[in-house]
């Protein structure tokens, strides 16, 4: 069993064995979960939705589709609707 312990403004290490051990480097992503009655969960798996998420935002910044763009396309699809 290892033990973490919560420093100065909530910061956390995590000890070099199993830094190696799951290869993680320095700026990776880590995806904690609260899974109740005070249990946690931290994965290096990115959530999917998050992961779709970036991938849908790099699309709209790639065609240069904005928020507001969309709202008119969806008030637009709509009024088809009515």
Do not use: C, W
Request: proline residues 1%; without cysteine; hydrophobic residues 40%.
């Amino acid at each position: 069993m290892t033990t973490l312990q919560i420093r100065r403004k909530g910061t956390a290490a995590l000890p070099a064995s199993l830094r190696k051990k799951y290869k993680l480097e320095e700026g990776q992503i880590l995806t904690l979960i609260d899974l109740g009655e005070d249990t946690i969960l931290l994965t290096t798996k990115v959530s999917q939705v998050d992961k779709l998420a970036d991938q849908i935002a790099e699309g709209f910044n790639h065609e240069n589709i904005t928020f507001d763009d969309l709202l008119q396309a969806l008030d637009e699809v709509r009024k088809t609707y009515t």
